[in-house]
């Protein structure tokens, strides 16, 4: 049983350019979320999904980012007019229920940097 | 609002020694609380959670942490450390009212030989 695959490990983008990160969750595992850690941060929410639908996205930032967990296929966090900023590891978890008692499993990240 | 807190940045310890990585927890509700691993350019590790029952809660690696609901903490610990525990560890708190986990800073541990 695969572990959460997130792929592309490692993905460069020139300022402007759009970035997309793909998840796919463990098998069985239908809620999806997105955080993103920044150089000498913490983990940071940013959205959470089920198949289909955004529960929460109260961490996302308003502009250029935006998340989707399609019926079939993987979920996708999408950087529009990526910034020096946005450079950080993005790291996807899910879990088989939206209740916490189970905690969460993480993927490997993805390391973006924005050149 | 939720939040969850680990006052030190770095924590340095002799191998051999006990460590301990402090957390502490703001969350109306009861909290389920757990603790994971960051080894350098890996993705997170679950370490042991608590959700209910016994407040000594013994995880992987020969971690336990203790719940302790008047001092709204959950510190890490192990008796005796490993070079290899050297690593990034994360608290983090799950309450129904927010419906995801919330992750403090994070602290440092650095085991030395």
């Known amino acids: 049983n695969a572990g959460v695959m997130q792929n592309p490990r490692h993905l460069v983008r020139r300022r402007g350019q759009e970035a997309r990160l793909r998840c796919s969750p463990m098998?069985?595992?239908?809620?999806v979320y997105w955080y993103r850690q920044l150089p000498e941060e913490g983990l940071k929410f940013m959205v959470y999904?089920?198949?289909?639908?955004?529960?929460?996205e109260s961490g996302m930032p308003k502009e250029r980012f935006s998340a989707e967990f399609p019926k079939e296929g993987p979920s996708i966090l999408r950087i529009q007019q990526v910034v020096r900023g946005d450079s950080a590891a993005y790291f996807c978890a899910s879990s088989p229920s939206g209740g916490g008692a189970n905690g969460y499993t993480f993927g490997s990240g993805t390391r973006l940097t924005v050149v | 609002a939720q939040s969850v807190a680990q006052p030190e940045d770095q924590v340095n310890v002799a191998e051999g020694n006990p460590l301990t990585v402090k957390c502490t927890y703001s969350v109306s509700g009861n909290p389920y609380l757990f603790w994971y691993v960051q080894y350098p350019n890996r993705g997170l590790q679950f370490l042991l959670k608590y959700i209910t029952g016994d407040n000594l809660v013994k995880g992987s690696y020969g971690f336990e942490a203790e719940f302790n609901k008047s001092q709204t903490s959950f510190h890490l610990k192990k008796p005796s450390a490993l070079v290899s525990d050297s690593a990034l560890y994360f608290c983090?708190?799950?309450?129904?009212?927010?419906?995801?986990?919330?992750f403090g800073q994070g602290t440092t541990l650095q085991v030395k030989p």
């Open positions: 098998k069985g595992h239908s809620h």
């Open positions: 983090a708190v799950f309450s129904g009212n927010t419906g995801k986990l919330i």
């Open positions: 999904l089920q198949k289909e639908n955004i529960i929460d």
